[in-house]
């Protein structure tokens, strides 16, 4: 959750009833992504009378899917569902999903929405366009209209945290393990309160890091617009020349000055692809941890980062912020 205070009351209003009615022993992890509102003075004092909460407070806003695998990296639970604050994602869908993969012993269980007549007509487009380009790129087995709400088995967890992904896309991530799964069918509702977090900014990085992350169909895409750049440069080479044989060379220009802009254009996006890569490449080498953990209130003094390193007590500054230390 990031910002939440306003959804907060009516997420806990929901989400406990049904796990409470639910007979089956659980915690919530609840990550706090950075907030800069009432967020996590909300949540200390919903954990006063709910001692299943546990809050785990991000040092930075760090962004959804490493807050995602703060969460993950810390549940403790044989089934771990991930859902958003903002209500979209109902959580009476949550002992349907339980039952189902304990039933059919599946390790992962998708929330797909049948229905996401909530959403603007823009926003729906664009997801209709992503999830058929994810599906091209990393294969049918990614489930259309499934987002982050869905069920992981203790074993899936695990393989998740063994992998050495920094730049996670779960929507991804979780298909290409290939465990056994099903899936749960819910309509989407427009939120109750607040505003959505995921602007059109959010929505490109998060499909360019899917793009990049999973295939290196990019990269082909460069290789085919540098041939059709080629072969354009021969038919213009023939047609200058053949303007130049009739003495036509001042008509040609339109379409020599054409070719240059094309060409020019072609080697940008060549260029910019390349450098998607060779930045989560210089990401990979630099390991640094994707997130920090400023508090958790099951181990309150401690700090942790991505890794499970702990760097200082919660109530002592570290190095940087200390009076008189030196960078």
């Not at 929901?14 to 009615?21: C, H, I, N, Q």
């Not at 089956?24 to 990550?31: C, I, K, N, R």
């Not at 604050?85 to 039933?103: F, H, V």
């Amino acid at each position: 959750m990031f910002n939440e205070e306003e959804v907060l009351p009516a997420l806990v209003g929901r989400l406990r009833p049904v796990l409470a009615g639910s007979g089956t022993a659980y915690e919530v992890v609840a990550v706090d992504d950075g907030s800069t509102d009432r967020t996590a003075e909300l949540l200390a004092a919903f954990r006063l009378g709910w001692p299943e909460l546990r809050i785990i407070t991000l040092r930075r806003n760090s962004g959804h899917q490493a807050a995602l695998t703060a969460g993950l990296d810390r549940a403790g639970g044989a089934y771990v569902v991930s859902i958003d604050a903002d209500l979209q994602d109902p959580p009476e869908k949550i002992p349907e999903m339980l039952a189902l993969a304990q039933r059919e012993r599946l390790d992962i269980v998708y929330g797909i929405r049948a229905d996401r007549a909530s959403d603007t007509g823009f926003k729906r487009w664009t997801a209709g366009i992503y999830y058929r380009l994810v599906r091209r790129l990393a294969g049918p087995s990614v489930p259309a209209q499934a987002g982050d709400f869905r069920l992981l088995s203790r074993a899936a967890v695990d393989a998740l945290k063994a992998l050495p992904d920094q730049q996670r896309v779960y929507r991804l991530l979780v298909p290409w393990l290939g465990f056994p799964s099903g899936q749960v069918t819910y309509e989407r509702a427009p939120r109750p309160a607040g505003q959505s977090k995921y602007p059109l900014g959010r929505m490109i990085r998060l499909a360019v890091d899917s793009f990049t992350g999973f295939s290196a169909a990019p990269l082909r895409i460069a290789t085919w617009l540098g041939g059709f750049a080629f072969l354009v440069c021969l038919a213009l080479m023939a047609y200058t020349l053949g303007a130049h044989a009739f003495d036509h060379t001042v008509p040609g220009w339109t379409s020599l000055f054409t070719g240059v802009l094309f060409i020019g254009a072609v080697q940008l996006i060549c260029v910019g692809l390349l450098g998607e890569y060779v930045g989560r490449i210089y990401t990979a080498v630099q390991n640094r941890p994707t997130y920090f953990v400023g508090h958790d209130t099951e181990r309150d003094t401690v700090v942790e980062d991505s890794t499970g390193q702990q760097l200082a007590d919660a109530e002592t500054p570290l190095p940087h912020q200390r009076s008189g230390s030196r960078t």
